[in-house]
């Protein structure tokens, strides 16, 4: 099991940057895949950005692509923290923004039902 936690989100305007923060409470190098997702209020929750165990894969959705960028701490032995820069925010990217985790074996799934652990979210506000 893990439990995660969420910071680092906040209300920006449009064109700005923020960096989420997700906090594992052990390490997940080698034994969990994570995701970040979000969700708007009326809409599904959607996959933006996700890493393999050991970092060296990622992926992101097109609506992502180019401006988010995930990250992690460099230590394998305290790797706990998953880092989402957001850069050139624009309004459709207000949502609370979700860590998951899914353990070993993963894959790099956008799909939020393959993640049994999630965190408590932090909201991201873009205005015009």
């Known amino acids: 099991q893990v439990q995660l936690v969420e910071s680092g989100g906040g209300s920006v305007q449009a064109g700005g940057f923020l960096r989420l923060s997700c906090t594992a409470s052990?390490?997940?190098?080698?034994?969990?895949?994570m995701g970040w997702f979000r969700q708007a209020p009326g809409k599904g929750r959607e996959g933006v950005a996700f890493?393999?165990?050991?970092?060296?894969?990622?992926?992101?959705?097109d609506s992502v692509k180019g401006r988010f960028t995930l990250s992690q701490d460099n230590a394998r032995n305290t790797r706990n923290t998953l880092y989402l820069q957001m850069s050139s925010l624009k309004p459709e990217d207000s949502a609370m923004y979700y860590c998951?985790?899914?353990?070993?074996?993963?894959?790099?799934?956008?799909?939020?039902?393959?993640?049994?652990?999630w965190g408590q979210g932090t909201q991201v506000t873009v205005s015009s």
């Open positions: 890493i393999s165990t050991t970092g060296s894969a990622t992926k992101y959705s």
């Open positions: 052990r390490n997940t190098y080698g034994t969990f895949c």
């Open positions: 998951a985790a899914d353990p070993v074996p993963c894959s790099l799934s956008a799909d939020k039902d393959e993640y049994p652990y």
